[in-house]
């Protein structure tokens, strides 16, 4: 296995993991772990990774963890990216994370979806934020097609999978508090509902 798909080890990555694999589907949880991967390769390659703001163990929980809010924990009472954010705050304080690190990696999900903001919130946030992206075929400047195939081949990607879009409608649908005006689940459930009536 090549280096760079080796993942952090630790008591913070193992319990990231942990909760990650026990509340969502294997493709989303799958995801996450692509989603770290990518931003790892694109900190390396803009050559974050000696920045004094990179923390490898803080962007594999911010990455891994960003969609607890579609998992089993969620209780559908805000949009399911703050419902992850706070399910994975509480996983750093158990850990004694220090704050402002809790509040970075809880920012980081928070903005995940976030675009045109998440990439000017630091470093933790922006490599989340294009992470995510990568793994949809944005922000891959700077991700040889190589090493994007090897995250590929390691964590693959079922074709024409829409768990993740589904899992956002699906929690999306539970509360209007879960879907503001204006917010990814408010979007995807609107077209959910429209292609219903047609």
């Known amino acids: 296995m090549n280096d760079f798909l080796v993942l952090p080890t630790g008591a913070l990555a193992a319990s990231s993991l942990a909760i990650a694999r026990s509340s969502v589907s294997r493709p989303i949880l799958d995801h996450s772990i692509r989603s770290f991967l990518f931003a790892r390769l694109l900190a390396d390659h803009e050559d974050s990774l000696d920045d004094a703001e990179y923390d490898e163990d803080l962007l594999f929980a911010a ?43 809880w920012e980081a999900i928070a903005l995940h979806a976030s675009v045109g903001i998440a990439h000017r919130r630091g470093l933790l946030t922006s490599l ?21 195939q090897e995250v590929l081949d390691a964590y693959p990607k079922p074709a024409e999978d829409r768990s993740i879009a589904n899992a956002i409608v699906a929690h999306a649908s539970r ?24």
């Open 63 to 105: 990455a891994v963890m960003h969609d607890l809010g579609l998992g089993k924990q969620a209780t559908g009472e805000a949009r399911f990216e703050v419902e992850g954010a706070d399910l994975a705050a509480a996983v750093l304080r158990q850990h004694g994370v220090a704050e402002r690190d809790v509040d970075r990696v």
């Open 175 to 198: 509360s209007d508090a879960a879907a503001p005006p204006g917010s990814l689940g408010f979007e995807l459930l609107r077209q959910h509902r429209e292609a219903e009536r047609t």
């Open 128 to 148: 989340t934020h294009r992470g995510v992206f990568a793994d949809t075929g944005r922000y891959t400047e700077g991700l040889a097609d190589g090493l994007r």
